[in-house]
């Protein structure tokens, strides 16, 4: 499976914390079935004020690691990027990492507040598109507006957002809420993939081989193909793998 969401990286944000905590989360991703995997720190003005340089840094460290230990996983990095009026300067300046292209379209990791969907964020999304940017939500699901108003998916789908859903949300892992509403965007077919998120072992470890199952018992295994393999490899073919 191809992984495009995770915070492996050592130091950057609330994910990984060291090189060692790297290596695991590198392994258990592994054991879920996992074998190209994107690294999307956080990009978050005032929170984790990361920049494609410190990216960069941590991923080679990360890389050098991993392949010094002979974990069978292929890496390349992005960023998940917070929703702010600071990407507009981000992408004229060229600073942000993309997690990859569809449809001829740079495909940007789009974080929107757990809490609520912001004023302002069609216009946002209306300029990233006219920028020929594809923006991607990513865990739609445990955000508080659309669990209350799940019509709000759609208005996002309409503006022309894509979502990828987070795997420990079929499996159970987040609130009831959460769940519901990952399993209704699947069933309607809103989920562009599915992606693992993985922040730690212990509450936020690697999800995709368990959530694959499920969805492939649920939707059918074409589907599931879909959503953990073909689009996700679609997206990232013309990134360079380490």
Same mark, same amino acid.
């Given at each position: 499976?191809?992984? #495009?969401?995770?915070?492996?990286?050592?130091?950057? +944000?609330?994910?990984?914390?060291?090189?060692?905590?790297?290596?695991?989360?590198?392994?258990?991703?592994?054991?879920?079935?996992?074998?190209?995997?994107?690294?999307?720190?956080? $990009?978050?003005?005032?929170?984790?004020?990361?920049?494609?340089?410190?990216?960069?840094?941590?991923?080679?460290?990360?890389?050098?690691?991993?392949?010094?230990?002979?974990?069978?996983?292929?890496?390349?990095?992005?960023?998940?990027?917070? #929703?702010?009026?600071?990407?507009?300067?981000?992408?004229?300046? !060229?600073?942000?990492?993309?997690?990859?292209?569809? +449809?001829?379209?740079? $495909?940007? /990791?789009?974080? /929107?507040?757990?809490?609520?969907?912001? *004023?302002?964020?069609? @216009?946002?999304?209306?300029? /990233?598109? @006219?920028?020929?940017?594809?923006?991607?939500?990513?865990?739609?699901?445990? @955000?508080?507006?659309?669990? *209350? @108003?799940?019509?709000?998916?759609?208005?996002? !789908?309409? /503006?022309?957002?894509?979502?990828?859903?987070?795997?420990?949300?079929?499996?159970?892992?987040?609130?009831?809420?959460?769940?519901?509403?990952?399993?209704?965007?699947?069933? +309607?077919?809103?989920?562009?993939?599915?992606?693992?998120?993985?922040?730690?072992?212990?509450?936020?470890?690697?999800?995709?081989?368990?959530?694959?199952?499920?969805?492939?018992?649920?939707?059918?295994?074409?589907?599931?193909?879909?959503?953990?393999?073909?689009?996700?490899?679609?997206?990232?073919?013309? !990134?360079?793998?380490?």
């Amino acid at each position: 499976m191809v992984d #495009l969401h995770s915070h492996i990286l050592p130091g950057l +944000d609330d994910g990984a914390r060291t090189i060692d905590e790297t290596i695991a989360l590198a392994k258990q991703s592994v054991q879920e079935g996992v074998t190209h995997m994107v690294c999307t720190p956080h $990009v978050h003005p005032s929170v984790f004020d990361n920049t494609e340089s410190t990216i960069q840094e941590a991923f080679e460290a990360a890389v050098d690691a991993i392949h010094q230990h002979n974990i069978p996983l292929k890496m390349a990095y992005a960023a998940e990027v917070r #929703l702010s009026i600071e990407i507009i300067e981000w992408i004229q300046a !060229k600073s942000i990492p993309f997690l990859g292209s569809l +449809d001829n379209k740079k $495909v940007l /990791l789009l974080e /929107l507040p757990h809490s609520h969907i912001p *004023a302002g964020t069609d @216009n946002l999304v209306n300029w /990233l598109t @006219n920028q020929g940017i594809q923006p991607v939500i990513p865990h739609p699901e445990r @955000n508080r507006e659309i669990m *209350a @108003n799940y019509e709000k998916v759609r208005w996002l !789908k309409n /503006l022309g957002c894509l979502f990828q859903m987070t795997a420990g949300a079929v499996t159970g892992r987040f609130r009831k809420e959460s769940e519901d509403i990952a399993w209704r965007m699947l069933e +309607d077919d809103l989920v562009t993939y599915v992606a693992s998120d993985l922040h730690n072992l212990h509450k936020r470890p690697n999800d995709m081989g368990t959530a694959y199952k499920k969805v492939k018992e649920v939707i059918g295994q074409t589907k599931a193909q879909m959503l953990f393999q073909n689009v996700p490899a679609h997206i990232t073919q013309s !990134k360079a793998w380490y």
